[in-house]
């Protein structure tokens, strides 16, 4: 499930080195293969299997109810399908002493490259940063700073959504996540959060570092209302819920339109 576009054109990344593009593109995140999700599926299809040789129904009813797999939860899925991933274009080794404050980096970029090509350097050191937000538990207090070597070419219509890759079974860093827009800084410069604080590790080349998922440029965010639920639309929700937990295949699109049927007052007045 990805952000929809009325028209086709594409939004346009360059990168500054030579054959980056060629060899670890950034690329669509609904293409990005989790290793998990395969092995996820194949447990429930097994789970699924053997629930019907059970006897028994009230036992069947209840463990269908309550069998959720985590590869069929429809907002983890959404997120992970939506924008772009940014993959490590080439290999960066980081390593740390434990003292908590300093890393090394190298990586095996072509030296000498153009101007904006990739680096490895600290950003936001603990007193810019550290000192008035709280990060991570285990989180080294300099955030390390990937200059990419990417570039967005600014487009009217959307801005970016700048996030960790979730769900990618990677717990050696994560990140801070923000909003960016091309019209005021074009470059992708990834900034980590380094959870290793003593020892040597190698990012490899095409490991995802961020995801960038458009989001319109003209964003609408409408006032909202706070308040006790009352009358029939209690029974409204219940009954949703209810029929979503026994939705056999999780369709959204008959998911959507039984909320259609139960919440048709409510759209109608929207």
Not at 12 to 22: D, I, L, T, W
Not at 37 to 44: F, M, Q, S, T, V
Not at 114 to 128: D, I, L, N, W, Y
Not at 145 to 165: A, H, M
């Amino acid at each position: 499930m990805s952000i929809p576009t009325k028209d086709k054109v594409p939004i346009r990344f360059c990168n500054a080195m030579p054959g980056f593009a060629e060899a670890h593109p950034i690329m669509l995140a609904k293409d990005y293969k989790r290793d998990w999700i395969e092995k996820n599926a194949k447990h429930l299809h097994a789970f699924q299997e053997e629930l019907k040789k059970c006897p028994i129904d009230y036992y069947k009813e209840m463990w269908q109810k309550y069998s959720g797999h985590v590869v069929r939860c429809p907002g983890i899925r959404a997120f992970m399908n939506s924008g772009y991933i940014i993959p490590s274009p080439c290999d960066i080794i980081i390593e740390t002493n434990g003292d908590g404050n300093s890393f090394k980096a190298a990586d095996l970029a072509p030296q000498g490259g153009p101007r904006g090509a990739f680096k490895v350097s600290t950003a936001h050191p603990r007193e810019q940063f550290h000192d008035f937000t709280a990060v991570p538990n285990n989180t080294l207090k300099s955030v390390v700073k990937i200059i990419t070597g990417w570039n967005i070419v600014p487009d009217e219509r959307f801005v970016f959504l700048v996030s960790p890759p979730h769900y990618c079974n990677e717990h050696r860093f994560s990140g801070p996540v923000g909003i960016q827009d091309p019209f005021s800084d074009t470059q992708i410069n990834i900034f980590l959060y380094w959870h290793i604080l003593k020892g040597r590790e190698i990012i490899k080349a095409g490991t995802p570092l961020a995801q960038y998922i458009p989001i319109p440029r003209e964003f609408v965010q409408p006032d909202i209302v706070c308040e006790t639920a009352m009358g029939d639309i209690i029974d409204k929700f219940i009954a949703l819920q209810n029929l979503i937990r026994i939705t056999a295949d999780r369709s959204q699109v008959k998911i959507k339109e039984a909320v259609k049927r139960v919440f048709k007052k409510e759209l109608d007045q929207a």
